[in-house]
């Protein structure tokens, strides 16, 4: 039965998520301690499981069409899970690329307090946990609510944005470390964004309503 593919489907998804949001926890913890080993784990241990999800889901998929053709609901939900599969292998290689400039400041002092970047790594997590379980429990609402918090890290990140352009003017050996820093800030906005398009696609699943770019209201 289609049900039962799908519920694997699912399974599978829901284990891609589990090692997306540790390998984001695990970058900031590394970065945070200076921590070079926990970093590379991330992008020599982590990573590769992370590629290999991303086949077994894809693969899983296709033969999912192949042998049953869906269509309406089924469909709509196939072509879901694999959008979130693009967009959980995106959020991982963001994880790695925080890794990497973790790597690079390790050794090196901070050029501030990292105190906002936990904080906007914090939210961009709840997001994607909030994004997945409005997939599994085909909850609209939290969906959409998800969408609504983007603007919050957006407005983190530019203000860590202003804060770095400080620090950099006023004394330019810290520019390298500051443009690290920047990457890292985006990286973590671009995850939120990762997990608004998957809200968005929800919405598409349940109410077959498209609503990127603001589309419902045109």
């Known amino acids: 039965m289609i049900e039962n593919k799908l519920s694997e489907l699912k399974q599978q998804i829901t284990k891609f998520t589990l090692l ?12 945070i301690k200076k921590d070079i080993k926990i970093l590379k784990e991330v992008i020599n241990a982590l990573e590769p499981k992370a590629n290999n999800l991303e086949i077994e889901i894809e693969e899983t998929s296709i033969e999912i069409i192949a042998q049953f053709a869906p269509k309406a609901f089924h469909l ?17 290689d963001h994880a790695v690329n925080i890794c990497e400039s973790g790597i ?27 994004s997945i ?6 909850d ?10 983007d603007e919050k890290v957006d407005g983190l990140r530019n203000q860590i944005t202003r ?28 995850i ?25 209201s045109k």
Do not use: W
């Not at 984001?24 to 970065?31: A, H, M, P, R, T």
């Not at 804060?163 to 003017?169: F, G, H, Q, W």
């Not at 398009?197 to 609503?211: L, P, Q, R, S, T």
């Open 20 to 31: 997306a949001e540790k390998m984001i926890e695990q970058s900031i913890d590394g970065l």
């Open 76 to 92: 709509r939900t196939i072509v879901m899970i694999l959008k979130i599969n693009n967009d959980l292998e995106r959020i991982c």
């Open 104 to 130: 690079f400041l390790a050794e090196r002092p901070d050029v501030k307090p990292i105190i906002d970047i936990p904080i906007m790594a914090e939210k961009s997590i709840g997001m994607l946990k909030d």
């Open 133 to 138: 379980d409005s997939y599994m429990n085909q």
């Open 140 to 149: 609209e609402k939290l969906a959409r609510t998800v969408c609504s918090r």
């Open 163 to 190: 804060e770095l352009l400080t620090y950099m003017i006023s004394d330019p050996t810290t520019i390298e470390r500051g443009l690290h820093l920047q990457r890292i800030a985006n990286n973590l906005e671009r």
């Open 192 to 216: 939120a964004d990762l997990s608004t398009n998957i809200c968005e696609d929800v919405v598409f699943m349940i109410e077959a309503k498209i609503i990127k770019h603001h589309a419902e």
